[in-house]
């Protein structure tokens, strides 16, 4: 059974300035940079004819940095192959697919995700991006045990990948 992910934040920029940022090369190479681990790199960036932008990432987890029970499980640093992909629905409202793999270990992690301007008028526009999917590990006796470890681990990975892109657009306003 999968283990469910949910995430979500408000960012004090409006939807499609937040958008722009997540979609723009520059900016998914700078947090893979600081957040990415050894090797990380933009594989492919596209924006298809429908007017979706997909891209996929190549990430890292050192071995280090994993939790014992993990360690003896994939036996070195983790490469992550993840996709992610976005659109615009109509203006302040964008949503998106994510899904993700471990190389060499039976993971998997899919989910959704929307963007969009809170209705709130009264003051500077503010935004909202919740994430919501599933992990799932298809290993016999200690499956749930990984997808408890993998869900922690995303859930941190998207709070530094959260305060990365808070910092990135409080230095471009």
Known sequence: ???RIEHRST????AA???RALIDPAFIEARLKELGGSGAVLVNHAHTDDGAFQFQLRHSVS???LPTVARSVVGGDLTIERSESWRREEDGYYTGEIAAEIAGAPCSITGSMWLRDLADTSGPAISELVVSGGVKVNLPFVGGKMEDLVVDQVQKLLADE???ATEWLAHRA
């Open 1 to 3: 059974m999968a283990r």
């Open 11 to 14: 960012s004090e920029w409006p």
């Open 17 to 19: 300035e937040v958008y």
């Open 63 to 65: 071995v280090e940095s």
């Open 162 to 164: 959260e305060r990365f």
